[in-house]
């Protein structure tokens, strides 16, 4: 059985951080893409950051680039978002994902992500002003 757990969400306040984490199970962790999805309420879900496990390469959305780091453990089968500096558009639910795309094509697929990827239930995420 297919499984991504994510957890690391919460409240904070602008300019603060986060580490989410996805711990995934029941695949190949180390050939896939995977990455975060986020979507705020009113707005369409978007890619925030992926990776491909294969060769480490990252991809982030400009709203992101330089505040969040993303990193994946292939021995722990366990994926990372480092969030700092969080501004208050940066709330929204955040959901991992894994698809046997490369991390660049797996965040940039239209209409909010692969529907046939994998997908955890979401962690929420809330930075105040």
């Known amino acids: 059985e297919v499984q991504l757990v994510e957890s690391g969400g919460g409240l904070v306040q602008a300019g603060g951080s986060l580490n989410l984490s996805c711990a995934a199970s029941?695949?190949?962790?180390?050939?896939?893409?995977i990455g975060w999805f986020r979507q705020a309420p009113g707005k369409e879900r978007e890619g925030v950051s992926c990776?491909?496990?294969?060769?480490?390469?990252?991809w982030y959305a400009d709203s992101v680039k330089g505040r969040f780091t993303i990193s994946s453990d292939n021995a722990k089968n366990t994926m990372y978002l480092q969030m700092n500096s969080l501004k208050p558009e940066d709330t929204a639910y955040y959901y991992c994902?894994?698809?046997?795309?490369?991390?660049?094509?797996?965040?940039?697929?239209?209409?909010?992500?692969?529907?046939?990827?994998?997908w955890g239930q979401g962690t929420q995420v809330t930075v105040s002003s």
């Open positions: 029941g695949f190949r962790f180390g050939v896939y893409g």
């Open positions: 994902v894994a698809d046997t795309l490369p991390g660049a094509v797996l965040c940039t697929v239209p209409g909010g992500g692969p529907p046939a990827g994998y």
């Open positions: 990776i491909s496990n294969s060769d480490g390469s990252t």
